[in-house]
């Protein structure tokens, strides 16, 4: 089993009717990354059983991921290289 990831139980659900409709067995959980401690933070992690080229087809349909996941952004948002200055609101 391998498991595919999901911020929302609702997108989680969609897929798990769509596979079992094709006969996959499914088993959703919830499961904290390190540092998590507020229960709705945790991610919805979904074990598919047997996993295939079919589900990894599905996964980006319905807004999971896995780890490695080649989707997700390579490199971080660029952030600024220094402090900036407020305006002073006289100035506006």
Same mark, same amino acid.
């Not at 067995?25 to 992690?45: H, S």
């Not at 080229?53 to 780890?67: A, I, S, T």
């Given at each position: 089993?391998?498991?595919?990831?999901?911020?929302?139980?609702?997108?989680?659900?969609?897929?798990?009717?769509?596979?079992?409709?094709?006969?996959?067995?499914?088993?959703?959980?919830? *499961?904290?990354?390190?540092? %998590?401690?507020?229960?709705?933070?945790?991610?919805?992690?979904? /074990?598919?059983? &047997?996993? @295939?080229?079919?589900?990894?087809?599905m996964v980006d349909v319905y807004?999971?991921?896995?780890?490695?996941? *080649?989707?997700?952004?390579? %490199?971080?948002?660029?952030?600024?290289?220094?402090?900036?200055? /407020?305006?002073? &609101?006289? @100035?506006?």
């Amino acid at each position: 089993m391998s498991a595919i990831y999901f911020d929302s139980a609702d997108d989680a659900v969609e897929l798990i009717g769509a596979l079992e409709a094709e006969g996959y067995t499914t088993t959703l959980t919830r *499961e904290a990354f390190a540092g %998590e401690e507020d229960w709705d933070d945790r991610a919805w992690v979904l /074990l598919v059983e &047997p996993f @295939d080229d079919r589900v990894v087809e599905m996964v980006d349909v319905y807004g999971g991921w896995m780890p490695g996941d *080649e989707h997700l952004p390579a %490199e971080p948002t660029e952030l600024p290289g220094g402090p900036q200055r /407020l305006k002073n &609101p006289r @100035d506006l």
